[in-house]
């Protein structure tokens, strides 16, 4: 099953000092948060803001591409949840036939942003999302599995998260 979210905004991770992509189901209120790269989500955060380069970055210059050539994106998915790493397709619609293309979920949302795809995560995604959480490591990057309890805690926390404190938001 395919839950339609929306980009609910990119936060910092103070933890990480990482930036935090947050989506959010549009009939429920589950987030999901996904670390993504400083790049990315710059190029998210300008969307979002509506900010404008004299140059356009990749995001941009992929849109242009596409619709020069012709090519639609209906949807994005993110469609798996692997060692810590999320996978996203980008549906293409190219001379009346349907292509997935594999990436990264953020590229995918920034596509979809600027293209008005829809956003959608698998429900199995979501589902290993609760059972995992990003401790960041001097030494190393891992997957920790939590406690009921840490996981409760950190569902409350996304579930409440005020969008004042985001450094940007939608």
Request: proline share 5%; aromatic share 6%.
């Amino acid at each position: 099953m395919k839950i339609k979210m929306v980009i609910h905004g990119i936060a910092m991770d103070p933890m990480s000092n990482s930036p935090v992509m947050l989506l959010k189901e549009v009939e429920g209120d589950r987030i999901l948060p996904i670390w993504i790269g400083v790049l990315e989500a710059t190029s998210i955060a300008a969307k979002l803001e509506n900010i404008q380069f004299p140059r356009p970055l990749t995001h941009d210059l992929m849109k242009n591409i596409f619709d020069f050539v012709g090519v639609k994106i209906p949807k994005i998915e993110i469609v798996d949840l692997k060692e810590n790493t999320y996978y996203a397709i980008i549906t293409l619609e190219v001379k009346g036939k349907t292509i997935d293309i594999d990436a990264r979920p953020s590229d995918a949302v920034a596509l979809a942003l600027r293209t008005g795809a829809e956003i959608f995560v698998k429900e199995d995604v979501l589902k290993k999302s609760q059972l995992y959480t990003e401790t960041p490591s001097a030494e190393k990057e891992e997957m920790v599995v939590t406690t009921e309890e840490e996981k409760e805690k950190l569902k409350e926390i996304l579930e409440t998260l005020d969008p004042k404190h985001f450094k940007y938001k939608m």
